[in-house]
């Protein structure tokens, strides 16, 4: 079993369920995990995905071997039929086949580069250690998706559900750099799993995400309009998709503000973290007693505990 897409899960409300019995008890399986062992590759920073990721294995007694590979290990290559002779100095083969000797599961992160767009949906480096790797293989962040975070606001979301048919926003908001659409491929992938809840994107127009993730979801280009009595408002960026990887708008009129929040129905600002205040949204939004970041960042834990326990029950 792997766990590379929120598509993977099979009931998203059990899975829900699962996950907020864990929180209640986390040390319950404690001894699921022992003598086994989880390789977590980082080939980008963490903060959130390291710590909650190796705190749900430490609370099912695995093992944890932690590598960095932007300055710790060897420079991989990916395409098969490669001539080595300069820059990469090993190949995805002998480092997969290697590491999974090691661990008993992998979980890898590694960001989109935003340069090439057939290369990043593509998937190289989780897609080659799939093929080449003998375990079972996490993501803890790929070019094109971010299901631990997905996961974790689906628990969210249903610790904080409302008594009627929830409205529940994606929102796009400036950023100086070009960020990945990882967090919000992965958000419109779950919320088309869920039941009972309508779902609106919103963001300037030519920002549309890949139209073979967003399907049939209602996209707003006005965002005030899209705001108005949504139960939940999840914000991020992420950088153009058409023009691939391009910042082609900074328009600071997309900062969440307390203006726009009074448009929604007491609704829950949500982000993923990090933040950048006073850009992506303003600090009386985000330090708001409708702000649940914070407890989206918690429910990471449980979210790739639940994700573990049950590759560990299929070893």
Known sequence: MNYISIKDINSLSKWVRSALKIKKNPLKNQSLGKNKTLGMLF????LRTRLSTQKAALNLGMNVMVMNFTNEGWTLEFEDGAVMNSGASEHIKEAAEVVSQ???MIAIR??????????????????????HATVPIVNME???????????????????????KPKVVL??????????????????????????????ITHPEGYELSPEITKDCKIEYDQNKAFENADFVYVKNWSNFKDYGKVTNIDP??????????LTN?????????VRRNVIVTDEVIDSEN?????????RTYAAQLVLQKILKKL
């Not at 400036?174 to 992965?186: D, E, G, I, M, Y």
């Not at 009129?253 to 009074?262: G, S």
């Not at 007491?266 to 990090?274: D, S, W």
């Open 171 to 200: 929102s796009w908001a400036p950023h100086p750099k070009a960020l990945p659409q990882a967090v919000a491929n992965s958000f419109v992938e779950m919320m088309q799993l869920q039941k009972n809840m309508d779902f609106v």
């Open 142 to 164: 790929s070019a094109v998706r971010h299901p631990l975070q997905s996961l974790a606001d689906a628990i969210t979301m249903e610790e904080y559900k409302t008594e009627h």
């Open 266 to 274: 007491n609704g829950k600002f949500m982000h993923c973290l990090p």
């Open 43 to 46: 080939f980008n920073p963490s």
């Open 102 to 104: 090691y661990c008993d």
């Open 291 to 299: 702000s649940i970041v914070i407890q989206q960042a918690n429910n």
């Open 253 to 262: 009129e997309w900062t969440v503000n307390a203006e726009k929040m009074a």
């Open 110 to 131: 590694a960001f989109a580069g935003l340069e090439d767009k057939e290369k990043d949906y593509a998937e190289t480096v989780i897609s080659g250690f799939l093929k």
